[in-house]
């Protein structure tokens, strides 16, 4: 299993951007996918989720700005952020709670798997 990260960049302040995470392998159901963020000397952090419902959670400093949805059909996450400030600057990992099949022995097997990050960086 592998998630795929992509969409950073460069943006003014004020502006938009939108990352996208793909999850592909021997998947058989995604349950919480989410996007999360690491500021330099800081600990990663949450920025939103979305359950297997569509149920969304997300953190303080980033509601009404940002948006995250899934594609169920095609094991996707999505995150829109508008109203970039230069404090979001930070790097973005997508993240998927999920299960898998294990070709090796036939059994499904329930795991945390991380994207690699994609930078975002908010000019002032």
């Known amino acids: 299993v592998q998630l795929q990260a992509y969409g950073g960049g460069l943006v003014q302040a004020g502006g938009s951007l939108r990352l996208s995470c793909a999850a592909s392998?021997?998947?058989?159901?995604?349950?919480?996918m989410g996007w999360y963020r690491h500021f330099s000397g800081k600990q990663r952090e949450l920025v939103a989720v979305v359950g297997s419902d569509g149920t969304t959670n997300y953190a303080d400093g980033v509601k009404g700005r940002f948006t995250i949805s899934r594609d169920n059909a095609k094991n996707m996450v999505f995150l829109r952020m508008n109203s970039l400030k230069p404090e979001d600057t930070a790097v973005y990992y997508c993240?998927?709670?999920?299960?898998?099949?294990?070709?090796?022995?036939?059994?499904?097997?329930?795991?945390?798997?991380w994207g690699q990050g994609t930078q975002v960086t908010v000019s002032s």
């Open positions: 993240n998927a709670d999920l299960t898998w099949g294990d070709v090796r022995d036939g059994r499904f097997r329930r795991n945390e798997y």
């Open positions: 392998g021997s998947i058989v159901s995604i349950h919480n």
